[in-house]
């Protein structure tokens, strides 16, 4: 069965901190990997990642992916509070009509 | 934005009552998702389609219902609502995007703005 796994589940951090959030994943037919991020309303686009190695960025936000070892990580550096949210991660797969598998998310809250 | 609405926003419902929630879209999208979110639990899939009456069930699809009569629109039916089903309910779609590469990507996601619902 596919699965995705985020770890911590929670996290509570200070202003200025940086943290990394973990996913790892069991699926079959790889495609890539999404990161999203949920504050009070809908889930908003982050990230995909299709390549191990190769670095995306925007701003103070950064992952990376290792299909090696079935994992990404998230990294968020300055941490603010408006960084608070949960991060939800989901792994797309090349068969045909296959919905995205997703992880339940970590709660991050950044305290002044 | 992908041009997703909700309806309604919000709804409470009585126990055994029908209740039918609206997703619509305006991009002529061809994948559409209905999906739930609860504490502890993450974002759930409960069914989805891939075309006009093309429609598949997820993983917690029992109690629900979808159609699909139309490209923009998908609806979610509860038959009988039941407290278990309060729940907020994201409609999602799938949208292709440019990447840097020069190709299109198709595996992102994009959600409307939810239906907060509450069985009493």
């Known amino acids: 069965e596919d699965k995705v796994v985020q770890s911590p589940l929670s996290l509570v951090v200070h202003e200025g901190d940086t943290v990394t959030l973990n996913c790892s994943y069991e699926?079959?037919?790889?495609?890539?990997l999404l990161w999203y991020k949920q504050e009070k309303k809908a889930p908003t686009f982050l990230f995909m990642l299709?390549?191990?190695?190769i670095e995306k960025k925007s701003g103070r936000l950064s992952s990376i992916l290792d299909k090696k070892e079935l994992f990404s990580i998230l990294n968020i550096t300055a941490t603010q509070t408006g960084d608070s949210a949960i991060y939800l991660c989901?792994?797309?797969?090349?068969?045909?009509?296959?919905?995205?598998?997703f992880g339940k998310g970590t709660r991050l809250s950044v305290i002044a | 934005d992908a041009g997703i609405t909700q309806s309604p926003r919000h709804k409470v419902t009585e126990t055994g009552t029908p209740v039918t929630l609206r997703c619509h879209q305006t991009e002529n999208h061809r994948y559409m998702y209905w999906y739930r979110q609860d504490p502890g639990h993450g974002l759930r899939l409960i069914h989805y389609s891939y075309g006009v009456k093309d429609t598949d069930k997820g993983e917690v699809s029992d109690g629900y219902s979808v159609s699909r009569s139309k490209t923009e629109d998908f609806l979610l039916t509860l038959e009988s609502a039941t407290s278990s089903q309060t729940s907020v309910y994201f409609c999602?779609?799938?949208?292709?995007?440019?990447?840097?590469?020069?190709?299109?990507?198709?595996?992102?996601?994009?959600f409307g703005p939810g239906t907060r619902l509450t069985v009493l």
């Open positions: 999602a779609i799938r949208a292709p995007r440019r990447v840097a590469a020069g190709g299109l990507s198709y595996n992102e996601q994009f």
């Open positions: 299709t390549s191990s190695g």
């Open positions: 699926v079959t037919n790889f495609r890539s």
């Open positions: 989901a792994v797309g797969r090349n068969s045909g009509n296959t919905p995205l598998v």
